[in-house]
Nanobody, 117 residues
Framework: QVQLLESGGGLVQAGGSLRLSCVAS????????MGWYRQAPGKQRELVAV???????NYADFVKGRFTISRDNAKNTVSLQMNSLKPEDTAVYYC???????????WGQGTQVTVAS
């Protein structure tokens, strides 16, 4: 069983910063891509940023230059540093893990990020 536990969400003023973290545990041996997605009320879940086993990163256009994704393979963690936050960044942020070998995908329970104007 695989579990993803997110932390770091909260309420912040526009222009502020938050750092999200996700710890993966369970049967997660092998190479994996990890990432962050978000879902705002009434909208579909969308990609925010992903990082591959080789540390290649990919960001949604709306966060480029503001968010930074990083990982610690030894600790099975992925983090998202979010700077210059905007009200439109308000959403539930989900951690996602994809095993490269069998393409199994796992999601965290989500953490709320609210940016006040």
């Amino acid at each position: 069983q695989v579990q993803l536990l997110e932390s770091g969400g909260g309420l912040v003023q526009a222009g502020g910063s938050l750092r999200l973290s996700c710890v993966a545990s369970g049967s997660i041996f092998g190479l994996k891509t990890m990432g962050w997605y978000r879902q705002a009320p009434g909208k579909q879940r969308e990609l925010v940023a992903v990082i591959t086993p080789g540390d290649t990163t990919n960001y949604a256009d709306f966060v480029k230059g503001r968010f930074t994704i990083s990982r610690d393979n030894a600790k099975n963690t992925v983090s998202l540093q979010m700077n210059s936050l905007k009200p439109e960044d308000t959403a539930v942020y989900y951690c996602r893990l994809e095993m490269l070998l069998n393409r199994d995908i796992y999601w965290g329970q989500g953490t709320q990020v609210t940016v006040a104007s």
